[in-house]
T-cell receptor, first 115, second 114 residues
Framework: DTAVSQTPKYLVTQMGNDKSIKCEQN?????MYWYKQDSKKFLKIMFS???????INETVPNRFSPKSPDKAHLNLHINSLELGDSAVYFCASSQDRGNLGQPQHFGDGTRLSIL | DAKTTQPNSMESNEEEPVHLPCNHSTISGTDYIHWYRQLPSQGPEYVIHGLTSNVNNRMASLAIAEDRKSSTLILHRATLRDAAVYYCILRAPKGSSNTGKLIFGQGTTLQVKP
């Protein structure tokens, strides 16, 4: 009964390839997020969707495109992968009732390695 | 973005209390103070949050200074499983450009010795 699940857990691929990471939450939350954690362990938000609508879009290359088919899913597609994309990508979700106390629930991450 | 300052690392003995400090002198009146932790090879985990009053839950306690410029996360009895990176984060109000963002700093790496 995993709350926020990401697939795959590990992804090893060649530079220049296109890949997708999937995220699903079964908490009934209406807001989902993607974060990137680099080799220095800094966690930074990339995107956020609320009820399938993009609400946060940080300065992320256009090669990264999030897609939310419904409010329980937020997938991340990456085109033309580069060495610098190697990182751990975390998906998260929260219930946005307008009260900012709502915690975010994170998945266990997808470890992306570019060869 | 309002910033937080935490010590890079702390050590504790098992079964003793741990006080993890956080300074946030530029906090605005409506910023919530959130604490998350990240265990090795896992995603961040919510610990506790508060606005002005001290808060307690099953994981920890949060003590917030009267002027809100600092806070302390208190683990009442540290266990080996509490060894993690602890992040103190300010979360901006709805309607600001930072709505929903968790802006992670470097955090405090807590080591728990048996």
């Amino acid at each position: 009964d995993t709350a926020v699940s990401q697939t795959p857990k590990y992804l090893v691929t060649q530079m220049g390839n296109d890949k997708s990471i999937k995220c699903e939450q079964n908490l009934g939350h209406d807001t989902m997020y993607w974060y990137k954690q680099d080799s220095k362990k800094f966690l930074k938000i990339m995107f956020s969707y609320n009820n399938k609508e993009l609400i946060i879009n940080e300065t992320v290359p256009n090669r990264f495109s999030p897609k939310s088919p419904d409010k329980a899913h937020l997938n991340l597609h990456i085109n033309s992968l580069e060495l610098g994309d190697s990182a751990v990508y975390f998906c998260a979700s929260s219930q946005d009732r307008g009260n900012l106390g709502q915690p975010q629930h994170f998945g266990d991450g997808t470890r992306l390695s570019i060869l | 973005d309002a910033k937080t300052t935490q010590p890079n690392s702390m050590e504790s003995n098992e079964e003793e209390p741990v006080h993890l400090p956080c300074n946030h002198s530029t906090i605005s009146g409506t910023d919530y103070i959130h604490w998350y932790r990240q265990l090795p090879s896992q995603g961040p985990e919510y610990v506790i949050h508060g606005l002005t009053s001290n808060v307690n839950n099953r994981m920890a306690s949060l003590a917030i200074a009267e002027d809100r410029k600092s806070s302390t996360l208190i683990l009442h009895r540290a266990t080996l499983r509490d060894a993690a990176v602890y992040y103190c984060i300010l979360r901006a109000p709805k309607g600001s450009s930072n709505t929903g963002k968790l802006i992670f700093g470097q955090g405090t790496t807590l080591q728990v010795k048996p």
